[in-house]
């Protein structure tokens, strides 16, 4: 890579942002995020399709932002991509856009490997025409499998994907890292462990368990409940990625992790103990509620991230402690109602459907 192309993109970068799968739950935290920076003074161009994880309601407070635009798209349409990439003179990519769900993985793999894979291959061909892009490419610490009792993901650590969602993953990180060694494009790459906070669908563990306490219904932990997964609060880590993005090396890999190891079954029994005590209920009457169930195919055992080297390179390190951050969580969904009762109706969808009637 030439020394010109690097300078131009340190001169021209963060300016006007293309963030994809922004509406959904890490994106629209990080659209948030953004806007409450004082030194971003750029412009974000939001490209989402809507899929079912995917709530405008999670950006409302920003949506008339002057500075902010929302475009109903799929990011396999390399053509609208290009298009978006040269109206608003997109010099950075933030690639969020994805389908994670490893269950729905388990049941549907195409999907994720037509948006995880292709999706991926088609945002950077539209880099590779357009090079003063810069690429930063979200990806997760389930491409490394699965780790024994002891030990750490570091960013060296070898791909083992154990699932459909995790091989995707895995297939667009290679594709990224190949583009760059290739091309010669900006790229960076993150890989995170698991998220939780405000506006997280609730098929995720965190908010799954909390609804269900909060509506009578069984809380269902797979096996014995001894999986075990870093947590990392969701405003840390869209932290991090604009640490990266200011100030990562191209080409670069950077872990990032929540150092919050936690069992699923010790997990939910902490959901219960703050649930309980902030709605003064008695713990047993949600305790009453698990229900083991027969384990999934392939289930990692442990995920653990080394996210030693952002720490040090970039100086970045999670500001919520895992007892702030699920306490923040609680409170957030009781205090957000509206949007729990939208999500479980799928009134949040209203836009989608008003858009596609308009048309007709």
């Known amino acids: 890579m030439n020394t010109d192309k690097k300078s131009l993109f340190k001169q021209n970068h963060l300016q006007n942002l293309l963030v994809t799968g922004g509406a959904g739950f890490i994106g629209s935290a990080f659209i948030r995020f953004l806007f409450n920076q004082p030194d971003f003074k750029g412009k974000i161009i939001n490209l989402d399709l809507l899929t079912y994880a995917g709530n405008l309601e999670n950006l409302v407070e920003i949506a008339n932002h002057p500075h902010y635009t929302f475009v109903h798209g799929n990011i396999t349409n390399q053509e609208l991509v290009e ?211 027969k384990d999934r195919p392939g289930h990692d055992q442990r995920y653990a991230i080394d996210c030693s080297k952002i720490k040090k390179e970039l100086g970045w390190s999670p500001l919520n402690s895992f007892s702030e951050g699920l306490s923040k969580t609680i409170d957030w969904y009781l205090n957000n109602k509206q949007w729990v009762e939208n999500v479980q109706s799928g009134t949040y969808q209203d836009w989608l459907r008003l858009h596609y009637s308009q048309q007709d």
């Open 83 to 293: 298009k978006l990439c040269l109206t608003h003179h997109i010099d950075t990519i933030v690639h969020f856009a994805a389908e994670s769900h490893v269950d729905r993985s388990i049941h549907n793999p195409q999907s994720f490997l037509e948006t995880n894979i292709m999706g991926t291959f088609h945002l950077l061909e539209v880099v590779k025409k357009h090079s003063h892009i810069h690429f930063h490419h979200i990806s997760t610490d389930e491409v490394y499998g699965s780790l024994g009792d002891t030990g750490y993901f570091t960013e060296s650590t070898p791909y083992q994907p154990n699932s459909p969602y995790s091989a995707s993953k895995a297939s667009s990180d290679h594709i990224v890292r190949a583009y760059h060694h290739t091309y010669g494009l900006h790229t960076t790459t993150s890989n995170c462990s698991n998220n939780y906070g405000p506006c997280q669908f609730p098929e995720k563990l965190i908010p799954l368990i909390l609804m269900n306490c909060l509506n009578g219904k069984p809380l269902p932990v797979y096996g014995t409940g001894s999986n075990i997964r870093d947590w990392l609060y969701v405003d840390d880590h869209v932290h991090a990625i604009w640490t990266v993005l200011k100030k990562g090396v191209s080409g670069s890999v950077y872990n990032i992790g929540g150092e919050a190891e936690w069992k699923n079954i010790d997990l939910i029994h902490e959901i219960i103990k703050i649930l309980s005590k902030t709605l003064n209920e008695d713990p047993e009457k949600f305790l009453s509620l698990i229900t083991f169930v």
